[in-house]
Structures are given as C-alpha cells and as structure tokens.
C-alpha cells in the first residue's frame, strides 16, 4: 500500500527557514514520481516542486529560487527546503506521488497519492 506522510510545517516569521520531509512506503521509491504541492484557504491547489529520480527539478514561479526540493532514495524521503519564506507562502503542504507515466517533471500530470498534509503558517 503507497503511503506518504509530511511533516516539518510550523510557524515562522517573514523571511525565515522550515524544511519540510516526506516519509514514502508501501512501493519502490525511485519508481515513482514525487512532489509538493500547497493549498491556501480559499484557494486551489498548487504544484510547488516535483523532482525525477536523476535529479531533475522543476519549480512553481512563485518559489523558484527560494525552496529546494531534494531526496534522499536510500531512506525513502523527500524534502522541501523552504527559505525566505513569505506570508504569502502560509498553506497546507502536501507530498504527492505517482506513477512516472509521462515526464515527473512536469506540472501537467495528476497525482495518486497523497499525504495527510502539513501546516506551514507565515506571519509578517
């Protein structure tokens, strides 16, 4: 059974540093494609950052340049380094997974699986 489970999300000031992790199971990691994605209240889901099993990256404009994705195969992990935070990057953050039909850097594909979320709050 696939199974993916966030944490690392707290309460930060503008211009601070969280990482958030990414704990899969229940499948072959480098198998699948894997990526973070971000729900504000009142808005819709966003794709922040996906990355492939060589590496590869791709990033929303909104964060480029400030969040970091990265993994670590061998313990099954994802991460998200988040710096210079934003109030306006406050959201639930959720780890995603799925099967690499098509590029697993691209935003155009839809995601199996799904973590329970966690809460990243910025305050100004």
């Known amino acids: 059974q696939v199974q993916v489970v966030e944490s690392g999300g707290g309460s930060v000031q503008t211009g601070g540093s969280l990482r958030l992790s990414c704990a899969a199971s229940?499948?072959?990691?480098?198998?699948?494609?894997m990526g973070w994605f971000r729900q504000a209240p009142g808005k819709e889901r966003e794709a922040v950052a996906q990355i492939d099993s060589d590496g590869s990256t791709i990033y929303a404009d909104s964060v480029e340049g400030r969040f970091t994705i990265t993994q670590n195969s061998a313990k099954n992990t994802l991460y998200l380094q988040m710096d210079s935070l934003k109030p306006e990057d406050t959201a639930m953050y959720y780890c995603a997974a799925r099967h690499p039909w098509g590029s697993c850097v691209s935003f155009s594909y839809d995601y199996s699986y799904w973590g329970q979320g966690t809460q990243v709050t910025v305050s100004s």
């Open positions: 229940g499948y072959t990691y480098s198998n699948f494609c």
